[in-house]
């Protein structure tokens, strides 16, 4: 009796307390499902090209560099750099091309196999949500409102 006392004791000492339940988080004014097609393409053991990707290359069309485009993304300069030459070491011809600082401060353009890229992936992206619309529509219906 003694024993089972004393391992119990043990049990109840190693045990972690019980996190307190949170309250469920309210529902926004009807928040509406979205749908995402998220295509990657792996080349080895690296995404060569994915929606990550072509985020931070819109960016830098639209920031010129490589920073300022990182800064939008909530993304730090060495992950975008890391990014951006992944995906430049992925193609045959690179996507951007950076100019080092200086009085100017530099800055990164996309080249036209970087515009290609965006142009053909937000392509794809759109001609699978119409090609998969009605298979969409039916998913959506199965979803709470």
């Known amino acids: 009796m003694l024993a089972r006392m004393a391992d119990t004791a043990k049990i109840a000492k190693s045990a972690k307390p019980a996190k307190p339940q949170s309250a469920p988080a309210t529902k926004s004014a009807k928040a509406r499902p979205e749908v995402r097609f998220r295509m990657r393409i792996r080349h080895g053991e690296s995404v060569a090209l994915g929606p990550g990707k072509v985020d931070l290359?819109?960016?830098?069309?639209?920031?010129?560099s490589i920073s300022a485009a990182a800064r939008s993304l909530d993304m730090s300069y060495r992950r975008a750099w890391l990014l951006i030459d992944e995906l430049n070491r992925s193609l045959k011809s690179p996507a951007t091309h950076?100019?080092?600082?200086?009085?100017?401060?530099?800055?990164?353009?996309?080249?036209?196999?970087?515009?290609?890229?965006?142009?053909?992936y937000?392509?794809?992206?759109?001609?699978?949500?119409?090609?998969?619309?009605?298979?969409?529509?039916?998913?959506?219906?199965?979803?709470?409102?």
């Not at 290359?57 to 010129?64: D, M, P, T």
């Not at 200086?102 to 290609?116: I, K």
């Open 57 to 64: 290359l819109e960016a830098v069309r639209e920031y010129g």
């Open 98 to 120: 950076s100019e080092q600082g200086g009085q100017s401060g530099g800055g990164c353009t996309l080249t036209p196999v970087g515009e290609t890229i965006i142009r053909l």
């Open 122 to 145: 937000r392509e794809v992206e759109e001609e699978a949500r119409r090609g998969c619309s009605k298979q969409i529509g039916a998913l959506l219906k199965l979803i709470r409102s």
